[in-house]
Nanobody, 121 residues
Framework: QVHLVESGGGLVQAGGSLRLSCAAS????????MGWFRQAPGKEREFVAA????????FYADSVKGRFTISKDNAKNTGYLQMNSLRPEDTASYYC??????????????WGQGTQVTVSS
Protein backbone atom coordinates (compact mmCIF):
# COMPACT_ATOMS: atom_id res chain seq x y z
CA GLN A 1 0.00 0.00 0.00
CA VAL A 2 1.19 3.51 -0.86
CA HIS A 3 -0.22 6.80 0.33
CA LEU A 4 0.56 9.91 -1.73
CA VAL A 5 0.03 13.56 -0.85
CA GLU A 6 0.67 16.36 -3.34
CA SER A 7 1.48 19.94 -2.44
CA GLY A 8 2.86 23.08 -4.04
CA GLY A 9 0.03 24.06 -6.35
CA GLY A 10 -1.26 27.60 -6.58
CA LEU A 11 -1.89 30.61 -8.78
CA VAL A 12 0.93 31.88 -10.96
CA GLN A 13 1.25 34.24 -13.90
CA ALA A 14 2.14 32.96 -17.34
CA GLY A 15 5.89 32.49 -17.61
CA GLY A 16 6.23 31.75 -13.93
CA SER A 17 7.30 28.61 -12.10
CA LEU A 18 5.97 26.22 -9.51
CA ARG A 19 7.37 23.10 -7.90
CA LEU A 20 4.97 20.36 -6.96
CA SER A 21 5.88 17.80 -4.33
CA CYS A 22 4.52 14.32 -3.77
CA ALA A 23 5.14 12.86 -0.31
CA ALA A 24 4.88 9.08 -0.17
CA SER A 25 4.41 6.65 2.67
CA UNK A 26 3.91 2.91 2.90
CA UNK A 27 5.97 0.72 0.58
CA UNK A 28 9.61 1.81 0.03
CA UNK A 29 9.66 4.74 -2.38
CA UNK A 30 12.46 3.15 -4.37
CA UNK A 31 10.30 0.13 -5.24
CA UNK A 32 8.07 1.87 -7.78
CA UNK A 33 8.01 4.38 -10.58
CA MET A 34 6.22 7.68 -10.22
CA GLY A 35 4.11 9.58 -12.67
CA TRP A 36 2.48 12.99 -12.81
CA PHE A 37 -0.83 13.48 -14.55
CA ARG A 38 -3.18 16.42 -14.90
CA GLN A 39 -6.84 16.96 -15.53
CA ALA A 40 -8.53 20.16 -16.61
CA PRO A 41 -12.28 20.70 -16.22
CA GLY A 42 -14.22 18.84 -18.89
CA LYS A 43 -11.13 17.01 -20.13
CA GLU A 44 -9.69 13.55 -19.61
CA ARG A 45 -6.75 12.94 -17.33
CA GLU A 46 -3.55 13.27 -19.32
CA PHE A 47 0.00 12.11 -18.82
CA VAL A 48 2.60 14.74 -17.93
CA ALA A 49 5.81 12.96 -16.91
CA ALA A 50 7.15 9.73 -15.45
CA UNK A 51 10.30 8.63 -13.67
CA UNK A 52 11.50 5.09 -13.07
CA UNK A 53 12.10 3.50 -9.68
CA UNK A 54 15.73 4.61 -9.39
CA UNK A 55 15.19 8.10 -10.75
CA UNK A 56 17.60 7.56 -13.62
CA UNK A 57 15.09 7.40 -16.49
CA UNK A 58 12.40 9.94 -17.30
CA PHE A 59 10.04 10.79 -20.12
CA TYR A 60 7.58 13.59 -20.78
CA ALA A 61 4.52 14.52 -22.72
CA ASP A 62 5.44 16.62 -25.75
CA SER A 63 3.40 19.52 -24.38
CA VAL A 64 5.69 19.93 -21.35
CA LYS A 65 9.04 18.71 -22.68
CA GLY A 66 11.77 21.24 -22.04
CA ARG A 67 9.65 23.14 -19.48
CA PHE A 68 8.90 20.56 -16.78
CA THR A 69 11.33 18.35 -14.88
CA ILE A 70 10.36 15.28 -12.87
CA SER A 71 12.58 13.96 -10.11
CA LYS A 72 12.40 11.74 -7.04
CA ASP A 73 14.41 11.59 -3.84
CA ASN A 74 14.15 8.04 -2.57
CA ALA A 75 15.87 8.96 0.70
CA LYS A 76 13.18 11.55 1.43
CA ASN A 77 10.28 9.49 0.00
CA THR A 78 9.34 12.50 -2.09
CA GLY A 79 8.84 13.15 -5.75
CA TYR A 80 8.85 16.50 -7.51
CA LEU A 81 7.61 18.19 -10.63
CA GLN A 82 9.43 21.44 -11.41
CA MET A 83 7.31 23.48 -13.79
CA ASN A 84 8.87 26.43 -15.60
CA SER A 85 7.60 28.75 -18.32
CA LEU A 86 4.04 28.00 -17.32
CA ARG A 87 1.24 28.68 -19.77
CA PRO A 88 -2.50 29.19 -19.25
CA GLU A 89 -3.10 25.81 -20.90
CA ASP A 90 -1.17 24.17 -18.06
CA THR A 91 -4.04 25.04 -15.73
CA ALA A 92 -5.35 21.80 -14.22
CA SER A 93 -5.43 19.61 -11.16
CA TYR A 94 -2.14 17.75 -10.95
CA TYR A 95 -1.90 14.23 -9.56
CA CYS A 96 1.07 12.09 -8.64
CA UNK A 97 0.81 8.34 -8.97
CA UNK A 98 2.86 5.28 -8.03
CA UNK A 99 3.16 2.19 -10.17
CA UNK A 100 4.82 1.07 -13.38
CA UNK A 101 6.96 3.24 -15.64
CA UNK A 102 4.38 4.05 -18.32
CA UNK A 103 2.34 6.97 -19.58
CA UNK A 104 -0.93 5.01 -19.32
CA UNK A 105 -2.82 5.90 -16.11
CA UNK A 106 -3.92 2.26 -15.77
CA UNK A 107 -0.30 1.31 -15.02
CA UNK A 108 -0.47 3.19 -11.72
CA UNK A 109 -2.07 1.62 -8.68
CA UNK A 110 -1.91 4.50 -6.22
CA TRP A 111 -2.93 8.13 -6.62
CA GLY A 112 -2.76 11.30 -4.60
CA GLN A 113 -5.69 13.62 -4.06
CA GLY A 114 -4.40 16.26 -6.48
CA THR A 115 -3.23 19.85 -6.25
CA GLN A 116 -4.61 22.74 -8.29
CA VAL A 117 -2.39 24.75 -10.60
CA THR A 118 -3.83 27.88 -12.14
CA VAL A 119 -1.86 29.94 -14.65
CA SER A 120 -3.18 33.39 -15.43
CA SER A 121 -2.50 35.16 -18.71
Amino acid sequence: QVHLVESGGGLVQAGGSLRLSCAASGRPFSSYAMGWFRQAPGKEREFVAAINWSGVSTFYADSVKGRFTISKDNAKNTGYLQMNSLRPEDTASYYCAAGEYYSDPSAYDYWGQGTQVTVSS
